[in-house]
């Protein structure tokens, strides 16, 4: 009896400037199918066998595994008829046609070389039509990261991908989905043959794998053999604002929470900003940080002439731009501070960051940023990330009027608070504290704001990006101040 068996490789490869699609409507899409995919009513057991990194990543996770399997989750999440069971921490031998399905790392393709810029090979096997089995292999030469949003690059300008959003890709390819930009299509898809900014499933994506798989009418949980949700953190802090002279400046305050030192890196960005599209943007910031009695502890003005300049090159998050600032630090708990101004009393839009570079009890929580509030851009916008794969509730305040009560001038005398996932979808938002129906629980953390002008809400969060955009409710300017709370210590 003669069988159609055939082998096929799925690559994907970097592309330094994989931005600018075009945007087409929902229903018009451009997906491509492979041309074989699973039969009905499979459960594809996924043996993870990716092994740990040398550091905790950006996002929290402690292995290439953990780091990965929301991916999987993620098509499950889309798919009636087929699930992808991850097997977590596996140890069985990776091998082509043994018919087990495996991610791992990996020197070669089954014995032959990567080509040179490709990240991941999904192989594949199928009998008439119907796979049988596909292995993940992620080129060990690539640099990886775990973390959402915008593509990182390190100071050679070469990409460190998140993992995730390589996993999800190739996962498409696994269960049947084809490049839709090899066959002529201009969509957002996850599915394109390039890496780029977009890390999570696109409606072109679900459209493709609806066809294979039918619409699920509910969501499906997690296997139960994946390993338990790591605790969430809060990984990375961030806030973006137009940074002045004087009490103009961006001033951030972060705590280190537990028993143990904490290695952190903090970043001073200003000209790689104008890559987003941005104006206006502050060409040569520097960083100061503080201790809580104002201490001056370390400061840096070009993040090249650090003397961890190696570890920050090894840490895959020094900046893009040699005007731009970082500190590695060795942090004591307690509370810190980081100062962000323009060298020699320039100006522009600024962003300072604090990435946690380490595991242990110990952990960074809370950011406040204080800083002149605006328009437009010139709003104050506090980023950050909750690292793990369980929920984390989290206090959102935004103060203005009570900066008054410490001699500051000129402050925002009606300071909006909205939040936003990484989708850019409004999750939550509110005006004045004591209006938003949570007066109660606000009330119960001992940290509501002392001015009922001021804005505030509680909201419990999955993990992943989110963003706390402070404005005047009515149109007004001045300084404020957005603090982000982790209320699950």
């Not at 960083?287 to 400061?299: N, P, R, T």
């Amino acid at each position: 009896m003669n069988r159609d068996r055939s082998i096929g490789p799925h690559l994907l490869s970097i592309a330094l400037f994989a931005c600018g699609v075009i945007l087409l409507a929902v229903d018009l899409y451009g997906f491509a199918l492979e041309g074989k995919s699973w039969p009905k009513g499979t459960v594809i057991n996924m043996q993870m066998e990716m092994g740990a990194p040398d550091h905790t990543l950006q996002d929290g996770s402690t292995t290439w595994d953990d780091a990965a399997v929301p991916a999987i989750y993620a098509w499950n999440a889309n798919m009636l008829n087929v699930q992808i069971n991850p097997v977590m921490n596996s140890s069985k031998p990776v091998s082509s046609g043994d018919g087990i399905s495996s991610a791992s790392f990996s020197d070669t393709v089954f014995g032959e070389k990567f080509s040179s810029g490709v990240l991941a090979v999904t192989y594949y096997l199928s009998q008439s039509g119907q796979m049988t089995e596909a292995d993940v292999l992620f080129n060990k030469a690539a640099l990886f990261e775990s973390y959402r949003g915008d593509l990182q690059f390190n100071s050679q300008g070469q990409c460190v991908c998140d993992i995730q959003r390589v996993f999800l890709h190739e996962l498409g390819h696994a269960l049947g989905l084809d490049h839709p930009d090899d066959h002529g299509q201009t969509v957002p898809a996850i599915m394109n043959s390039v890496v780029s900014n977009l890390y999570q499933l696109q409606p072109d994506d679900l459209a493709g794998i609806h066809s294979l798989y039918g619409t699920p009418t509910s969501t499906p949980s997690p296997s139960p053999t994946a390993t338990p949700p790591t605790p969430n953190r809060l990984v990375n802090l961030s806030t973006r604002m137009q940074v002045g002279v004087g009490d103009n400046v961006l001033i951030g305050g972060f705590i280190i929470q537990g028993d143990l030192p904490k290695k952190i890196i903090l970043r001073a960005i200003g000209p790689s900003l104008a890559q987003n599209g941005l104006i206006g943007v502050l060409q040569d910031p520097q960083l100061e940080l503080h201790d809580a009695a104002g201490a001056l502890l370390q400061s840096n003005d070009n993040w090249q002439d650090s003397p961890d300049l190696q570890d920050i090159i090894d840490s895959s998050l020094a900046p893009s731009d040699p005007h731009e600032s970082a500190i590695l630090a060795r942090l004591a708990p307690g509370s810190y501070t980081a100062i962000v101004s323009g060298v020699n009393n320039t100006t522009g839009i600024g962003l300072v960051e604090s990435y946690t570079l380490d595991t242990n009890a110990t952990h960074a929580a809370n950011i406040s940023t204080r800083g002149r509030v605006g328009a437009g851009d010139d709003a104050l916008i506090g980023g950050f990330i909750v690292g793990g794969h369980a929920s984390k509730t989290i206090l959102v305040r935004a103060l203005g009027p009570s900066l008054g009560n410490s001699g500051v001038d000129n402050v925002l005398s009606d300071p909006l608070v909205e939040m936003y996932d990484a989708n850019g979808q409004l999750f939550a938002s509110n005006d004045n504290w004591q209006s938003g129906g949570q007066t109660d629980q606000i009330t119960a953390t001992g940290i509501a704001p002392s001015d009922p002008r001021e804005a505030a809400l509680i909201a419990t969060v999955p993990g992943g990006d989110f963003t706390a955009v402070v404005r005047g409710a009515d149109g007004g300017e001045g300084l404020g101040l957005v603090e982000i709370y982790d209320l699950n210590q």
